[in-house]
């Protein structure tokens, strides 16, 4: 991490405009403090990245809201909505126009978190397969430029943690969306977040998937029925939590529970 942050530190001297891929399920805890503060003096367009992932009328709030926060721009990108690269270009020429007397073609980076879908939007916009992708963090290993038009190349980068993950609530988060292995953050515990969170936000969607009962109100408890109904059971018929865990989390992961968006902009 240390060397791609030194790297990006570099290159940032030659580049015009920044893209922050955010993951639109979770907005701020996706956001890397660390690159806010290399990528300061830069026009950046935000992209609300797995849309397809995201609650739609969420992610049109985060939208209003970053597009009204400063002369940056936000765009939407998702399985179902992939951005096309003429509204890419359009934002990029909008923040930078290139002048016709400068002839050296205008850099655009890709920034953000591990596994967030940079390496993705760089083969989306090219429209071809040139950086491997994958769902695991660290699957970029170093920079790749491409050309996108005649004034604009693409650079996509490795992803990017902060080296001390202070606020608990982010930590989890994005242990829950696939950012940080779960070695990281231990299963058990991610899997007890997201209970707490989906019992208090988002009930239906628990009812729908598991049909709990109404008497199911604590993690624990509904921890133990999915264990129930999906026989992850161990020793003396108890629960098997960690396996139990790991069925809750790649439910939420891959989209079984539904569209769920963790964070909501604020009022
Ligand atoms: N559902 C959904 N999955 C996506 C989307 N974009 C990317 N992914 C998946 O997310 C995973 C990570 O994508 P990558 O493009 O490799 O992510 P990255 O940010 O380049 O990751 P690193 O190089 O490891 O930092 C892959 O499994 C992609 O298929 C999207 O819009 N929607
Ligand atoms: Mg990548």
Redesign the pocket.
Known sequence: MNKARKELVKLLRGIHVVIE?LD?RIPMASANPLLASMTKQLPIIKIL?????AEKQTTQAWLSYFNTQSANICLL???DQ?LPRESLLKSAYQLCEPRASQSRARQIV?V?????????????LTDRKL???????????RQQRVQLDENWYLI?????LWPRLEDQGAAFMLACT?TIRNTAVEAEDIAWFIAEMLLKDHRHVLTRRYNIAGSVTQPEQLLRHIAEIRGSLGKGGHPDWHKTSELLLNDYRS?KLGNLSLETPPE
């Open positions: 891929v639109a990245n797995k849309a397809d992932l990108n998702g399985r992939p890709i953000g978190i591990p596994n967030v879908g940079k390496s993705s939007i760089l083969n989306q950086a491997k992708t994958g769902n695991e963090p660290a699957v970029t290993r996509d980068t490795p992803g990017l696939g989209g």
